[in-house]
């Protein structure tokens, strides 16, 4: 069965500082889906990043960045020059089909950037 | 465009009553799910429905709650009747089945508080 570990239940840096949640996850499939979500103190979910099993480059998008790496089941995600505006609660999910219905998501890593 | 639409936001019902969620998809979207977040349990898969039929409710967590979809853009979450341990965020998400098919979009979530 799939599964997802993110070991950091909390971490908290100090504005501009970079930051990098950890994301490990198991799965028998050959073909999978990683993804990140955040869930800001308003409560909502947010979509930031899909990521299939066949493309291993990393993702860079402003100040955020994804390192896939199946060797290691990881897909950490980095935060480049912490905002205060970026603390949230990071999800970390995994899908092992095509429709969604199989999603396992992570415990979630709760990010506080203080000012 | 709009995104998936939940109501109410918060909701504070004594218990014994009858809750009711609300939900409107994205449109186009073919797959659609309910998921319950608390504290202890993290992110719960409760249901989900494939074109309005529902597909697996296993996660439904007993007979007092039951959801529907009328059709392709509605859908209820019902609690009847409510007990405190219901007490959490309830989110509806949807998904397209084809392009980035198990990308799972959430609403803003169902604040509900039974006392």
């Known amino acids: 069965a799939q599964k997802v570990t993110q070991a950091q239940t909390e971490i908290s840096v100090v504005e501009k500082e970079d930051v990098t949640l950890d994301c490990v996850y198991e799965?028998?499939?050959?073909?999978?889906?990683l993804f990140w979500y955040k869930q800001p103190p308003s409560g909502e979910l947010v979509f930031l990043i899909r990521?299939?099993?066949?493309?291993?480059q990393n993702e860079i998008s402003g100040r955020y960045s994804w390192n896939f790496q199946k060797s290691t089941s990881s897909f950490n995600f980095t935060i480049t020059a912490s905002q205060v505006v970026d603390s949230a609660v990071y999800f970390c999910?995994?899908?092992?089909?095509?429709?969604?219905?199989?999603?396992?998501f992570g415990p979630g890593t709760r990010l506080s950037v203080l000012p | 465009d709009a995104g998936v639409i939940q109501s109410p936001r918060h909701e504070v019902t004594e218990m014994g009553q009858e809750v009711t969620l609300r939900c409107k998809p994205i449109?186009?979207?073919?797959?659609l799910f309910w998921y319950r977040q608390t504290m202890m349990r993290g992110l719960e898969l409760l249901i989900y429905?494939?074109?309005?039929?529902?597909?697996?409710d296993s996660g439904m967590p007993e007979d007092r709650f039951s959801a529907k979809m009328p059709n392709a853009s509605f859908s209820t979450l019902k609690i009847q009747p409510s007990e405190p341990r219901d007490s959490a965020v309830y989110f509806c998400?949807?998904?397209?089945?084809?392009?980035?098919?198990?990308?799972?979009?959430f609403g803003e979530g169902s604040w509900l508080t039974v006392v």
């Open positions: 998400a949807s998904s397209f089945s084809r392009g980035t098919g198990n990308t799972i979009y």
């Open positions: 799965t028998r499939d050959t073909t999978y889906y």
């Open positions: 990521r299939n099993s066949f493309d291993e």
């Open positions: 999910a995994l899908s092992e089909d095509n429709y969604g219905q199989n999603f396992v």
């Open positions: 449109s186009g979207h073919d797959y």
């Open positions: 429905f494939n074109n309005n039929v529902p597909i697996d």
